[in-house]
């Protein structure tokens, strides 16, 4: 078995759930272009791809301006007091800047995902500086499931069950969350269509009982749950395509959002919550934003509620 080396014992691993203040995330800057006649050929042989393209916004993107406003997110979360931990680039991984779907934590363990594309397999490779060799890191034995779609809570762990994750996925996640003790029940979330890239673009929990939400994208069952448990505050047609709802909780009292959602920050400012703006207008030119780019690994546990 590999050695942990003394930086590994020293990186807090802990997630109750995605409110609580953050303070540790994995970053990876963009590092491999995605032009246009690479999306076209990829959206040609890739069914998956095909649907995601058909139902999203996907543009051709400056890389110099993508690695310039992942600085500035990483400056921003310096600031709320987050420590930025850096991914190892993988060569030939063009999306490899969206590290929240190469794993997730729950409680005391991360848990790597499980991509169905072989470019996206390798991401994991990039987290060998952080978590090579620990002992807390937890290998799914079947189905395809990403960070994406997985969503911890209080209550429950959230999952959406879109292009990324499988049934199969699911299942695996749950057997391995009962083999540590996790006690809480897992809920799905189910679509209506096809080409949802990951949950947290349809659905972010913001603060205890509080969510951003599209409301177009959840068949009925999963709606009427969501708003159940939730007060929501429920995005338009054009801010979800400009992937507004993909924000990333600072802490209980404070969100980072995009600096085009002026709507959603009155929205979310009346549930006092400060919202912390950032352009990240070239980042969601692929359709992902700040959740999208942030890979949470440590939230301060505050008092469970």
Request: glycine share 8%.
């Amino acid at each position: 078995m590999q050695q942990v080396d003394d930086q590994q014992l020293r990186t807090d691993i802990g997630v109750v759930n995605y409110y609580d203040p953050l303070r540790s995330v994995v970053m990876c800057l963009g590092h491999t272009a995605l032009d246009a006649a690479l999306l076209a050929r990829r959206q040609a042989a890739e069914d998956v791809l095909r649907r995601k393209v058909a139902t999203n916004r996907f543009e051709p993107y400056d890389l110099g301006r993508v690695r310039e406003q992942q600085m500035g997110v990483a400056e921003m979360l310096a600031a709320h007091g987050v420590n930025v931990l850096w991914a190892e680039p993988i060569e030939g991984c063009t999306v490899q800047q969206y590290t929240r779907d190469i794993g997730f934590v729950i409680g005391d363990h991360f848990y790597a995902a499980r991509s169905q594309r072989e470019e996206r397999q390798r991401e994991t490779m990039g987290l060998r500086p952080i978590l090579a060799g620990d002992p807390r890191v937890v290998y799914l034995e079947a189905g395809r499931i990403e960070g994406g779609d997985v969503i911890p809570e209080e209550r429950f762990i959230l999952v959406g069950l879109g292009e990324e994750t499988s049934t199969l996925g699911v299942e695996s996640l749950r057997w391995a969350l009962e083999q540590r003790g996790e006690s809480r029940p897992i809920k799905l979330l189910e679509f209506t269509g096809e080409g949802v890239i990951h949950a947290d673009t349809k659905i972010t929990v913001i603060a205890p009982g509080i969510a951003i939400i599209d409301p177009t994208a959840f068949t009925a069952a999963t709606l009427s749950f969501i708003r159940e448990h939730y007060d929501t505050i429920e995005a338009t047609p054009d801010e979800v395509l400009d992937v507004q709802v993909n924000t990333l909780v600072l802490g209980p009292d404070r969100l980072a959002m995009s600096a085009t959602a002026h709507r959603l920050a009155e929205a979310v400012s009346t549930k006092g919550i400060e919202p912390v703006l950032i352009d990240v207008d070239e980042i969601t030119k692929l359709p992902g934003s700040l959740r999208c780019i942030t890979l949470p690994l440590h939230r301060e546990r505050l008092n469970a509620r």
